[in-house]
């Protein structure tokens, strides 16, 4: 399944065995990001684009780890729809997992920008073996942003220390974009509360060892004090695991549905304050949209990458395809857009890591625009590949599928765009 197809012909395979060598002119800019008193003593320099040593060096082992260990074998977890633990596990071993835990705690106390770095070069590899690695940063978010010192020391060091998975229990069977549909409810008795409840689409469900579950605590007060975040072990009795999800596209993730039945979970293990779990989750999100973001834009690259190079191999009437306008303008078209995406996307991430208030809404801007624009470079991609480009013998068709999935998980394109307007509207609303 790994071989797939190396004539001449088909190119499915050209990036995966030989690589592109790509080196785009963007590699060695980026935002600095120093604090702005920093920026200001540095010569008053301002916007600066220049990525720092550090930061290139952390995208160069992220570009060497996708381009060798998961490149080639993305065919083979795709067909299978097998979880990568393999993969992962290495990703884990050489400090691609865990990303953003505190030095504090064992961790590399990366910021949301680094992140990016690292996930969209993870993504060209394969966006589902991306996801896998970086499902724990979701996981983990909500107890970096609300966690005491005790829960981050035995959580995050856990994960710092052991190749484990961790889940971000928040979506169910009658409410995705609904987060305050939410009906898995939790109980206190005594020192113990007691959760019962059925969540889906679960990226890690059924891999995880410990999970992030928000479930309703006070049913009489509004969203915003109704629920309350927990950290709960995979392994406590009541919990059901369902079996992998066989999605569309990232096959190689693990989405699994989490069954909760009279499970109990010990005070110690409420996140923040009982009623702060809505704020909690929503913060987490705007932590990690940055990096489906990047992931999108990595997707997008590989698209362009792939749709170029069958371009000025593939010859029609004894020219290559290139040649035509229609082709050229394509690519593009792709370039544009998958340009201004990482822009964008390393802005947002940038803006969050210096604690701009309007962090949400550059997450949301970043999430929306580039999950459009991977779904249409993907789409684009096919359509350089022709008649090739619907086999599955070929990446691009794979790039189709896993693509749609950035328009809907961690808030659809809409729910992005509601949090857009929002804000737009505010922002008049005050300054009228």
């Known amino acids: 399944v790994e071989g797939q197809r190396t004539t001449t012909n088909m190119l499915a395979a050209r990036s995966l065995t030989r690589g592109f060598g790509r080196v785009p002119f963007w590699i060695r800019r980026g935002f600095s990001n120093a604090p702005a008193s920093e920026s200001a003593a540095a010569g008053q320099k301002g916007f600066d684009l220049t990525l720092s040593d550090d930061q290139i060096q952390i995208q160069e082992m ?25 993969i992962v596990n290495k990703a884990w071993e050489v400090g691609l997992v865990n990303l953003n835990v505190p030095e504090k ?29 970086g499902t724990n940063g979701l996981g983990e978010a909500p107890v970096i942003l609300a966690g005491n010192h005790e829960q981050k020391k035995k959580y995050l060091g856990w994960a710092v220390e052991e190749p484990i998975r961790v889940g971000y229990c928040v979506s169910e069977p009658g409410a995705g974009s609904d987060v305050a549909g939410i009906t898995t409810k939790a109980v206190k008795k005594g020192d113990k509360w007691v ?41 406590t009795p009541g919990i059901t695991k369902g079996r992998k999800e066989a999605n569309m596209g990232q096959r190689a993730s693990n989405t699994a ?24 989750a929503m913060g987490a999100f705007d932590k990690t949209r940055p990096f489906v973001a990047c992931a999108a834009v990595g997707l997008g690259q590989r698209a362009l990458d792939e749709a170029a190079a069958y371009s000025l191999e593939r010859k029609t ?26 822009m964008m996307t390393l802005k947002s991430a940038w803006e969050i890591d210096r604690g701009n208030r309007q962090g949400t809404y550059f997450a949301s801007i970043a999430k929306a625009f580039a999950s459009d624009v991977c779904n249409k470079a ?24 896993d693509a749609k999935i950035f328009q809907i998980y961690e808030g659809t394109s809409q729910i992005q765009r509601i949090i857009i307007s929002r804000a737009v509207l505010q922002s008049k609303k005050e300054t009228s």
Do not use: H
């Not at 961790?107 to 770095?117: D, P, T, Y």
């Open 257 to 280: 549905g989490v069954k909760f039945e009279e499970v109990v979970v010990p005070e110690e293990n409420v996140l923040g304050r009982p009623g702060l779990g809505f704020k909690i």
């Open 317 to 342: 009437f004894g020219r290559p395809i290139s040649d035509y306008q229609g082709v050229s303008f394509m690519l593009a078209d792709m370039a544009i857009g998958v340009e201004t995406a990482r």
């Open 105 to 133: 705690y064992g961790g590399q106390g990366l910021g949301i920008f680094e992140s990016c770095l690292i996930g969209e070069e993870l993504a060209w590899g394969c966006t589902g073996m991306s996801t896998a690695i």
């Open 195 to 235: 959760i019962d409840g059925e969540k889906m689409w679960i990226t890690n469900g059924g891999v995880a060892d410990w999970y992030f579950v928000l479930a309703k605590t006070d049913p009489t007060k509004k969203a915003g004090e109704a629920f309350t975040g927990f950290i709960v072990d995979a392994n």
């Open 62 to 86: 992220a570009r060497k780890f996708a381009r060798e260990e998961i490149a080639p074998r993305a065919a083979y977890y795709d067909k299978m729809g097998e979880y990568p633990t393999e």
């Open 378 to 401: 993907a789409a684009d991609a096919v359509q350089v590949f022709g008649g090739a480009g619907f086999n599955s013998e070929y990446p691009v068709e794979k790039l189709m599928r």
